[in-house]
């Protein structure tokens, strides 16, 4: 079997969920005796599609459609002419999962691009696409159980077992990594991923970031008040990276040596044991077991279904076992919701409350979720500060229903990580196509981003400032932010105020929801400025609106239709199709 066909698994993924999903597949189709193999797509020639017969992506949608950055180098050479015959990918079968949010416009649009771009190509669809959507019931769920059925039927007519059993759910699978303990010593603490990352000729990314120092990590709102925002600034001297207003950082945060420590000695294992692995991993070959905890495994992140089913294997209670796998089931996902997500309980957490889990150390490193990377809006323009990036970052703490405290894992390293701190921070540039600033500095622009949404009007103001004292002629530009107070989280305020006593910003509202006796947002400011927002509109400005994912998008876009309407006098449903043309046109961005 192992030389005959199998399936070959790729997903490409910007946050961890679709490659969770693509080894979920790989472990399932094991079970079933059906081979396969997982890569990321970025990893993958196109031109080995040709020699498959088998193929699964499982792929995200990032931002405002973009495709994952694990997935652009893969997509871009798919898209080549030379790839572009109808007959390139006959006899080859082929099954998509997306993962995205309905609440976007874009939801899922890379899945969908992909599966048609496979079936003109001459790809030969094994299932319908399958479109998780995380506004479902039960979330991704909701599509991937009834996909996943249908797909390993098909799979399975392939695949005889011929007279095989499957696998139960609740047989352990060997593990793919052999670890043991070294008998040897390391002499220093160094991240290989640093270690080999120094060209700058590379191309950096999540296996190959560049070690960027911090070298300003000030707070921008008032230390009596309750959000802490901070300003960071990141030395990219010798990295050659380049970037445009309105892309994004991605930043690999670091667990702290206590959590670290407390998580190992929690599970019975000595933090400063060295370990060697073997196999097809991107981790160091040796390593002590903190070193491994706190630089690449999400110990204070939250687990997925995946996780729950795998430490399931090695509780010795029985009743915690059950619970365990009662979770993994369709019936239990909402209770595993109201578990696990609605009070965004930790990993380590998670092996508290259930204690009789001990994971063997060869289990380890495969069950614990890999580190993620978290994206931020850069917040300046590069070509005002060409060897620094700087970000606008609101630290995550909150306290849960249950009157538990939780923290960002990437914010809270931030807010610790200080210019002293002797280990740099991994970063990587993302551009963001839908959000980068117009390439022609005569269009006009209409922002709208409260709060830290401002970081990429920031940089756009910063770029528009350039490009003004260097003569060359700018559109015109309205800006509208909003905080609580003027006097506590007002971020920026003498930047804004200078850009538009300059003229570089010709329109500047802002809105102090807490100020006054009735609340005021910006919506209320773009209702205000109703003939400014149509006008602008009708003279081709793109609109930008950056901030929450939550209630305040919808708020904007409502308030703009509105505006338009009152402006025009025309009806809501000619306002509403004036918007809806706006975003088929890539003129109304969500950032």
């Known amino acids: 079997m192992t030389n005959g066909p199998k399936v070959t698994i790729l997903y490409g993924s910007q946050t961890g969920t679709a490659q969770d999903v693509a080894r979920r597949i790989s472990k399932d189709l094991l079970r079933r005796h059906v081979p396969s193999t997982v890569r990321s797509l970025d990893d993958y020639e196109v031109l080995n599609l040709q020699q498959e017969r088998f193929l699964i992506f499982c792929a995200s949608t990032s931002g405002r459609g973009e495709v994952p950055d694990n997935m652009r180098a893969f997509w871009t050479t798919l898209l080549n002419k030379k790839f572009s015959s109808p007959e390139f990918l006959q006899g080859v079968q082929f099954a998509v999962f997306g993962l995205g949010d309905s609440s976007y416009a874009s939801f899922n649009f890379v899945a969908k691009r992909l599966f048609n771009r496979l079936q003109n190509i001459g790809g030969t669809p094994i299932v319908p696409r399958g479109d998780g959507d995380d506004q479902a019931a039960l979330g991704l769920e909701s599509a991937l159980i009834p996909w996943l059925a249908e797909l390993y039927r098909h799979l399975l007519m392939a695949f005889p077992l011929y007279g095989r059993s499957i696998i139960p759910d609740d047989v352990l699978l060997p593990p793919i990594l052999k670890v043991r303990a070294s008998q040897e010593s390391l002499p220093s603490d160094i991240d290989p991923l640093i270690a080999r990352s120094t060209n700058p000729d590379d191309h950096f990314s999540f296996r190959k970031p560049f070690p960027a120092r911090i070298i300003e990590n000030c707070r921008l709102t008032a230390t009596d008040w309750h959000q802490d925002v901070r300003h960071i600034v990141f030395d990219i001297t010798g990295s050659n990276l380049s970037f445009r207003p309105g892309d994004a950082v991605n930043i690999i945060a670091r667990n702290s040596d206590s959590d670290a420590c407390a998580f190992l000695t929690f599970m019975g294992f000595d933090p400063n044991m060295v370990i060697e692995i073997d196999g097809e991993t991107d981790l160091p070959s040796r390593s002590r077991l903190v070193d491994l905890m706190k630089d690449h495994f999400e110990i204070m992140g939250t687990g997925r279904t995946s996780f729950f089913e795998a430490i399931s294997h090695f509780a010795s209670d029985a009743m915690q076992k059950d619970k365990l796998r009662e979770y993994c089931t369709p019936e239990g996902q909402e209770e595993l919701r109201w578990y696990n997500s609605s009070e965004r309980r930790t990993i380590f957490q998670v092996l508290q409350d259930f204690p009789s889990v001990r994971i063997p150390l060869e289990h380890l490193l495969e069950v614990i979720p890999r580190m993620q990377a978290r994206q931020f809006s850069i917040s300046s323009a590069q070509s005002l500060h060409p060897l620094q990036l700087e970000v606008t970052v609101g630290i995550v703490e909150f306290v849960t229903k249950m009157k538990r405290v939780r923290k960002g894992v990437c914010?809270?390293?931030?807010?610790?990580?200080?210019?002293?701190?002797?280990?740099?921070?991994?970063?990587?540039?993302?551009?963001?196509?839908?959000?980068?600033?117009?390439?022609?500095?005569?269009?006009?622009?209409?922002?709208?981003?409260?709060?830290?949404?401002?970081?990429?009007?920031?940089?756009?103001?910063?770029?528009?400032?350039?490009?003004?004292?260097?003569?060359?002629?700018?559109?015109?530009?309205?800006?509208?932010y909003g905080c609580r107070r003027s006097d506590k989280d007002y971020l920026y305020q003498q930047e804004w105020e200078a850009h538009h006593q300059s003229g570089v910003l010709q329109h500047f509202e802002v809105a102090f929801s807490q100020m006054q006796e009735k609340k005021v947002y910006v919506y209320h400011r773009i209702l205000e400025q109703a003939p400014l927002i149509s006008r602008l509109i009708d003279e081709g400005a793109i609109i930008y609106v950056s901030g929450s994912s939550g209630q305040m998008p919808r708020d904007v876009r409502d308030a703009i239709v509105e505006a338009v309407k009152r402006a025009k006098c025309i009806s809501l449903e000619e306002a509403e199709a004036a918007i809806v043309h706006l975003e088929k046109t890539s003129r109304y961005r969500l950032d």
């Open 411 to 480: 914010t809270s390293y931030l807010s610790r990580t200080l210019p002293e701190d002797p280990l740099p921070v991994r970063i990587w540039i993302s551009p963001q196509k839908s959000s980068q600033i117009p390439t022609n500095s005569e269009v006009p622009i209409l922002g709208i981003g409260p709060g830290t949404g401002c970081a990429i009007f920031r940089s756009f103001l910063q770029e528009r400032h350039f490009l003004h004292q260097t003569g060359v002629p700018l559109g015109e530009m309205a800006y509208f």
